[in-house]
């Protein structure tokens, strides 16, 4: 494996672990929400699954940067890429 993929699996792991933690709050706050339907909890909840999203969308840019040496641009870079066909 080289060095690049090395650093990149070192990175993706240290992310995925992040993500865990993420999990894990989101969790915790959906649980407390649901029984005092606190909004600071259901706002909690939602920051959270956007840092998931966040955090997931990193990763990714990660691995095509260190993989294709690109990252996708543009508005609607999401909308666009395409997965190439086998």
């Not at 690049?4 to 992310?15: H, K, Q």
């Not at 999203?53 to 996708?72: I, K, M, N, W």
């Not at 999401?78 to 066909?85: L, R």
């Amino acid at each position: 494996m080289s060095r690049s993929y090395r650093i990149l699996a070192a990175r993706l792991r240290e992310g995925i672990e992040e993500l865990e933690l993420v999990i894990q709050q989101a969790q915790k706050h959906w649980a407390i929400a649901r029984t005092s339907n606190d909004e600071a909890y259901w706002n909690s909840v939602a920051l959270n699954l956007h840092g998931f999203y966040v955090g997931v969308e990193r990763l990714c840019e990660d691995v095509a940067q260190t993989v294709d040496q690109s990252v996708p641009t543009g508005r609607n870079w999401h909308m666009d890429a395409k997965c190439p066909q086998n």
